[in-house]
Structure formats: C-alpha cells, structure tokens
C-alpha cells in the first residue's frame, strides 16, 4: 500500500535552513503528485509545494518561493524539501501529500490528496 514518511524536522534558528524528506513506498512515482503541506497551531494546514514526479516540475506558494525547494531523488525514491531562511512564521508540522495528479490550479486544496505521511515538527526560534 501507498505509504509515506517524513523526516528532519526539528529547531532552527531563524535564518537558518532544515531538509525534511519524504519516504516513498507502494506506488509508481512517475504517475503521482507530491505536495508539501504545513499546518501551524490553531490555523488551517496551508499547500505550500506540488512536485510533478515526472519531470520534476513544481508549484511553489508565494509564502516559501525563493526559499525552498523540492526535488525528488530517484536513488531511493524520496522527495526532498530544503527550507532555507527559515523564519518564525514558518514554524508548523510539515506533511507530505501523494495524488495521481497534474498539480493543477488546485494542487493547494489538502482534500484532492488521498495519501499523507504522519508530519514532522519544524520549529523556527531563537
């Protein structure tokens, strides 16, 4: 079955950079989607990334474009997200999301993704 699992979160300080990762199983990768998502205490969890997995291509929310990345790793079939200048407001639990999708218009909607990793505690403090 389709599983995925995060990892790297933890604290850092702000400015500074984390990878978080997202391991892959049971499903073909070239056929899917994976968006990142984060959902801070008490607000909604908010799409901040969709990686076609096919090329590689992706969509970034205004809020993280130009400071983080994603990218898959076909060695080991794992989806990275490096955050650089992190600040404050990037504190959240950070989920990976897989969908036989495009990363369509909506690719920002979390109810178009039928798998989710369990998330990883990301928390930027001085």
């Known amino acids: 079955q389709v599983q995925l699992v995060e990892s790297g979160g933890g604290l850092v300080q702000p400015g500074g950079s984390l990878r978080l990762s997202c391991a892959t199983s049971g499903f073909t990768l070239d056929y899917y989607v994976i968006a990142w998502f984060r959902q801070a205490p008490g607000k909604e969890r908010e799409g901040i990334v969709c990686i076609r997995l096919n090329d590689g291509s992706a969509n970034y929310a205004y809020t993280v474009k130009g400071r983080f990345t994603t990218w898959r790793d076909n060695a080991d079939n794992t989806v990275h997200l490096q955050m650089n200048s992190l600040k404050p407001e990037d504190t959240a639990v950070y989920y990976c999301?897989?969908?036989?999708?495009?990363?369509?218009?909506?690719?920002?909607?979390?109810?178009?993704?039928?798998?989710w990793g369990q998330g990883t505690q990301v928390t930027v403090s001085s």
């Open positions: 999301a897989a969908d036989p999708g495009l990363c369509g218009s909506q690719w920002h909607r979390m109810e178009l993704y039928d798998y």
